[in-house]
């Protein structure tokens, strides 16, 4: 459904994307993942249609995003990150503004503008006027206009942002039980959404893909190693540095009565180990409990380690 | 066609919504009200007089309270289509409503054309509210039709200059402000700029006198529709909303 390939965009000499290729499947539900700057905004803006790409090709809904943008336009529903909603109109009037703007027959107005107040739970504000409603439900405008002419691809910019817990929670239903019929791609720096709601994820940093796998295989393959925290009754550095001395030990940190501890890939049976030299050496464990290593540390691993490269690089 | 008219028809309303329109007709209606009241109270003291020291037949409706009311009409226009442009594109950059727009299958000169149409509604509308004046002319006079027909056509022609000079500035800038206060400087400009044609040489003064807009009203208020003026004012909107093209497409490619 969307194919993009070696996609470069340049804001004057600055690169915001860099060569980036990467496809999405109809019917999938695909994340993009990125610190704020990473150009997951400029990709969805070339995706639409809004920017031109300098260079490389995309391709969405079967038409080239350069050559055919008002086909592209017309399969594609997009929310930006600010919704663009105009706060001086009724949440009706806007919807119905939109539906004409993507010139869906004057008889399948009504039904599109009703199915979409539906979908979003607009119902008790589609009388008032958008500049009086709060983010929550101006964000919900912009998706139910994004939705509204039932696009093949759904293009969506942090579409949580500013809504509460409970609002999230819906919306994200929502947009999971899009997948299947649309193909949806939506931004996110904040990884619990991403977890909850896409299929895969394509980690983006500084314009480049770092990683692009389901969640549970980029959580796997991205556990560098196995870290364990211990708390100690007597922390005394003799002693913690024979827990250094244990093969298989990546790296010991003491800070206080807490000891950090990281264990190689594959070394992980060297546990009773650790604690029998601690207890040994007469440190006195409290507890030992392993630190579960979660998307989030995964994604600051990897945006970290691209800053790391490319800061050496230069 | 369909997309241009659901561009102005969503434009006009929103100018109805907001005080603007309200706000700009009805100090137009007021000024304009003034001004006729005063034409006309004028024009019967100085035919009042000819009669009475028989100095033979005074200025006709035309000449005596047409002219100068299109004329002062005119200057209004230049003062109030700032406000009545400025918003046009400035409002939908800085609500970032204009995303709505470019990712809407509709192409960008329907846009502009679009919010174009909306604009010359309003003045329309403004326009329309006028007849009052020569309807009064008619009913208490016999004045003649064919001026009054050229002056509102070229009215609406000058002042569709300045929409699209208008519409330009606001396309440049998310500032509101600014792009009304260019569009009045533009306009000014292009009003004045005939003043230096005088003591220019004989073919800049040419240039500057085809260029200035005040110029190419005065066959229009007295009775003549002449082609050079129609086709002046029909490139010189044209020129605009085509620049207003280019900068709203260069910002895509930044």
Avoid at chain 1, 77 to 91: C, D, I
Avoid at chain 1, 229 to 252: C, E, W
Avoid at chain 2, 92 to 105: A, D, F, N, V, W
Avoid at chain 2, 157 to 177: R, V
Wanted: with cysteine; glycine share 8%.
């Amino acid at each position: 459904m969307i194919q993009v390939s070696h996609l470069t965009k340049m804001y004057g000499p600055r690169t915001a994307v860099q060569d980036l290729s990467f496809e999405v499947k109809s019917g999938e539900i695909v994340g993009f993942l990125g610190p704020n700057g990473a150009g997951k905004s400029t990709t969805m803006k070339v995706l639409t249609g809004l920017m031109p790409a300098t260079s490389g090709t995309a391709n969405v809904a079967g038409f080239d995003v350069f050559e055919k943008p008002l086909e592209v336009k017309r399969n594609v529903g997009y929310l930006p990150e600010n919704p663009p909603v105009y706060s001086e109109m009724q949440v009706e009037d806007y919807l119905d503004f939109a539906a004409r703007l993507h010139q869906i027959p004057s008889a399948a107005t009504k039904a599109a503008v009703a199915g979409a107040i539906e979908k979003t739970g607009l119902g008790d504000v589609r009388k008032r006027l958008i500049g009086n409603l709060s983010k929550g439900y101006r964000q919900r405008v912009g998706l139910a206009q994004a939705l509204l002419h039932n696009p093949k691809v759904l293009i969506l910019d942090e579409p949580t942002v500013g809504l509460d817990p409970k609002q999230i929670i819906e919306i994200r239903q929502l947009i999971k039980s899009l997948g299947g019929e649309h193909t949806v791609i939506l931004s996110s720096h904040i990884l619990p959404e991403v977890t909850a709601t896409c299929e895969r994820i394509i980690v983006i940093n500084r314009g480049k893909i770092v990683a692009e796998d389901t969640i549970e295989r980029l959580t796997t393959r991205l556990k560098k190693g196995l870290i364990y925290s211990m708390t100690v009754r007597n922390p005394q550095p003799a002693a913690i540095d024979s827990l250094r001395r244990i093969p298989g030990i990546k790296a010991i940190t003491a800070e206080g009565a807490r000891v950090g501890i990281e264990i190689a890939p594959g070394a992980e049976e060297i546990r009773d180990r650790v604690v029998e030299t601690a207890v040994k050496a007469g440190l006195g464990v409290l507890e030992f409990s392993a630190e579960r290593v979660s998307l989030e540390d995964v994604f600051l691993q990897l945006t970290t380690i691209e800053n790391e490269t490319t800061t050496t690089g230069a | 066609m369909r997309n241009i008219w659901t561009i102005a028809r969503r434009d006009f309303r929103a100018y109805f919504t907001s005080p603007i329109a309200y706000i700009v007709i009805a100090g137009f209606l007021a000024i304009m009200g003034w001004m006729f009241f005063w034409n006309l109270s004028h024009f019967n003291l100085q035919n009042l007089q000819y009669q009475q020291f028989r100095m033979g037949k005074g200025a006709s409706i035309t000449e005596g309270i047409i002219r100068p009311l299109f004329g002062n009409m005119n200057v209004i226009f230049l003062f109030l289509v700032p406000f009545i442009t400025m918003r046009l594109f400035a409002e939908e950059r800085k609500q970032h409503t204009i995303e709505l727009l470019m990712t809407s299958p509709v192409t960008l000169t329907e846009i502009i054309l679009g919010k174009f149409l909306s604009s010359l509604l309003l003045v329309g509308t403004m326009l329309v509210l006028t007849l009052v004046y020569p309807i009064t002319l008619f009913l208490t006079g016999n004045p003649d039709l064919g001026p009054i027909v050229t002056s509102y056509l070229g009215t609406i022609f000058l002042t569709g200059c300045y929409l699209s000079l208008g519409i330009l500035f606001s396309s440049m800038t998310e500032n509101q402000i600014v792009a009304g206060a260019l569009t009045f400087a533009a306009g000014l400009f292009f009003w004045l700029i005939s003043w230096a044609s005088q003591s220019a040489g004989a073919v800049w003064g040419d240039v500057l006198s085809y260029l200035s807009l005040i110029g190419h009203y005065n066959n229009f208020g007295q009775g003549i529709i002449n082609s050079t003026d129609v086709v002046f004012y029909l490139s010189f909107i044209g020129i605009g909303l085509f620049l207003t093209h280019r900068v709203l497409d260069s910002f895509r490619w930044r």
